[in-house]
């Protein structure tokens, strides 16, 4: 049964860190890109970052220089860190395994004085 699991949402100040996880079972984890997705109340969900199976990564524009994307094969984990949070960061993050379609139930994060 493959299951992504996130974890590490939080409500955060403006300018604040967060770190996301996003712990993959089921699956052999070291062959498959990963991504992180958002969405934000009434709009589509949206791609953040994606890392290959062999680390590379991109980004989506508006989070270039403040998120950072990797990966921990032995840990089956696929981690996103990101800082200088703005308020319009607030959305449900959620992982997927890109080349399988699946996907978690995702993470809150809220950016909020």
């Known amino acids: 049964q493959v299951q992504l699991v996130e974890s590490g949402g939080g409500l955060v100040q403006p300018g604040g860190s967060l770190r996301l996880s996003c712990a993959a079972s089921g699956i052999l984890f070291s062959m498959y890109n990963m991504g992180w997705y958002r969405q934000a109340p009434g709009k589509q969900r949206d791609l953040v970052a994606v890392?290959?199976?062999?680390?590379?990564?991109n980004y989506v524009d508006s989070v270039k220089g403040r998120f950072t994307i990797s990966r921990d094969n032995a840990k089956k984990t696929v981690i996103l860190q990101m800082n200088s949070l703005k308020p319009e960061d607030t959305a449900v993050y959620y992982c997927?395994?890109?080349?399988?379609?699946?996907w978690g139930k995702g993470t809150q994060v809220t950016v909020s004085s």
């Open positions: 997927k395994c890109e080349n399988l379609g699946y």
């Open positions: 890392i290959s199976r062999g680390g590379s990564t």
